[in-house]
Nanobody
Framework: QVQLVESGGGLVQPGGSLRLSCAAS????????MGWYRQAPGKERELVAVITSGGSTGYADSVKGRFTISRDNAKNTVYLQMNSLKVDDTAVYYC??????????????WGQGTQVTVSS
């Protein structure tokens, strides 16, 4: 099993910054890609950013140039630096990882979500 623990959400004014962190705990799974999704009220969950174990990244068009995803493989931790935040960034942000089990199958795991509210 893999447990994902998120931190760093909160309330920020438009134009402000926040940094989200997500630590994956596991003793036998291999952590592969890690990423962040978000879900705003009344909307579907959407991909925000993803990073592979090799460091390749991908971003939603709506956050390119404002958000930066990074990871510390030694700590199985992924970060999301969010700058120039907009009201439209308000959502619950979920950490996600794809992890390989000893049986060599890949499984998806989700964090509990952290609220990000951008408001003046």
């Amino acid at each position: 099993q893999v447990q994902l623990v998120e931190s760093g959400g909160g309330l920020v004014q438009p134009g402000g910054s926040l940094r989200l962190s997500c630590a994956a705990s596991t003793s036998i799974f291999e952590i592969n890609a890690m990423g962040w999704y978000r879900q705003a009220p009344g909307k579907e969950r959407e991909l925000v950013a993803v990073i592979t174990s090799g460091g390749s990244t991908g971003y939603a068009d709506s956050v390119k140039g404002r958000f930066t995803i990074s990871r510390d493989n030694a700590k199985n931790t992924v970060y999301l630096q969010m700058n120039s935040l907009k009201v439209d960034d308000t959502a619950v942000y979920y950490c996600h990882t794809a992890a390989t089990a000893p049986d060599l199958y890949e499984y998806d795991y989700w964090g509990q979500g952290t609220q990000v509210t951008v408001s003046s």
